[in-house]
């Protein structure tokens, strides 16, 4: 079993909108964790883009400021990226990741391309 399955990528202009989701189980959001979005760009290293902790406390990398919002739902098990106003550079595949008490959980990557 999948700890963690993304889903929400796909093919958008600049400029558009994406949400994308991270659906896990149970256990993984109802302990003390932190969880963010990763994302590789192709001949690049992966790169935290946005992280949240079990307070809702958020952090975000510089170039994602005011475009993207992450959250969290843990009744429903679920962990989002609202991104808007997107640019070609956002291209890339985006993972989900929770890491708590020494162990990191990745899920495999849903796929973002930006057309400029």
């Known amino acids: 079993q999948v700890p963690l399955v993304e889903s929400g990528g796909g093919l958008v202009q600049a400029g558009g909108s994406l949400r994308l989701s991270c659906a896990g189980s149970?256990?993984?959001?109802?302990?003390?964790?932190?969880m963010g979005w990763y994302r590789q760009a192709p001949g690049k290293q992966r790169e935290l883009v946005a992280s949240?902790?079990?307070?809702?406390?958020?952090n975000y990398a510089n170039s994602v400021k005011g475009r993207f919002t992450i959250s969290r739902d843990n009744a429903k098990n679920t962990l989002y990226l609202q991104m808007n106003s997107l640019k070609p550079e956002d291209t890339a595949v985006y993972y989900c990741n929770s890491y708590s008490y020494g162990i990191n959980y990745w899920g495999k990557g849903t796929l973002v391309t930006v057309s400029s």
């Open positions: 949240i902790d079990s307070g809702s406390n958020t």
């Open positions: 149970r256990i993984i959001f109802s302990i003390d964790n932190m």
